[in-house]
T-cell receptor
Framework: NAGVTQTPKFQVLKTGQSMTLQCAQD?????MYWYRQDPGMGLRLIYY???????DKGEVPDGYNVSRLKKQNFLLGLESAAPSQTSVYFC???????????FGPGTRLTVT | TQLLEQSPQFLSIQEGENLTVYCNSS?????LQWYRQEPGEGPVLLVT?????EVKKLKRLTFQFGDARKDSSLHITAAQPGDTGLYLC?????????FGSGTKLNVKP
């Protein structure tokens, strides 16, 4: 079992560029999450998906979009990257009724 | 927003000392998790507590969930350098997890 995988591991973007962060899980989990983690702060929820085909906003959704077309994949898009989006992005999945999350290794994004 | 505050933010102790980390909120949570995160990696679940007043022990780590399910504590006995890391608490409600800002623990040999 690979668990939760994220690609890419590192990315550098210029202001205004767009990109998609990819997340995949092989545990047949219903729920998936995207977080960002900034220095000195915990994880802040960007978007989450309770099931395939559904998505909801979290605490900091502005400037991002998501899609969950397949149960095992959750994509995070940056429409027009800004320096404020420089962060480490974590994807997680869970059996919602167990309330246990499994995290990917993270994507370190720098926007210049 | 269901805010979780952790204290202390930083803790640097000698190997063998005991310590307690706190996680407090004004919100009630249906469950609360503790995670440990090492540099360059994602958080890893340590424990989930569900019932108010619940105490769980994991070797040298003791976790407690407050009676009102608004707060929690993590106590480490005889800390070791391998305990070094960022400790995060997370409350769970309505399919969402709310994270505290974390306690950065450094255990010196």
């Amino acid at each position: 079992n690979a668990g939760v995988t994220q690609t890419p591991k590192f990315q550098v973007l210029k202001t205004g560029q767009s990109m998609t962060l990819q997340c995949a899980q092989d545990m047949n989990h219903n729920s998936m999450y995207w977080y960002r983690q900034d220095p000195g702060m915990g994880l802040r929820l960007i978007y989450y998906s309770a099931s395939e085909g559904t998505t909801d906003k979290g605490e900091v959704p502005d400037g991002y979009n998501v899609s969950r077309l397949k149960k095992q994949n959750f994509l995070l898009g940056l429409e027009s990257a800004a320096p404020s989006q420089t962060s480490v992005y974590f994807c997680a999945s869970s059996y919602s009724w167990l309330a246990v999350q499994y995290f990917g290794p993270g994507t370190r994004l720098t926007v210049t | 927003t269901q805010l979780l505050e952790q204290s202390p933010q930083f803790l640097s102790i000698q190997e063998g000392e005991n310590l307690t980390v706190y996680c407090n909120s004004s919100s009630v949570f249906s469950s609360l998790q503790w995670y440990r995160q090492e540099p360059g990696e994602g958080p890893v679940l340590l424990v989930t507590v569900v019932t108010g007043g619940e105490v769980k022990k994991l070797k040298r780590l003791t976790f407690q969930f407050g009676d009102a399910r608004k707060d929690s504590s993590l106590h480490i006995t005889a800390a070791q350098p391998g305990d070094t890391g960022l400790y995060l608490c997370a409350g769970y409600n309505f399919n969402k997890f709310y994270f505290g800002s974390g306690t950065k623990l450094n255990v010196k040999p």
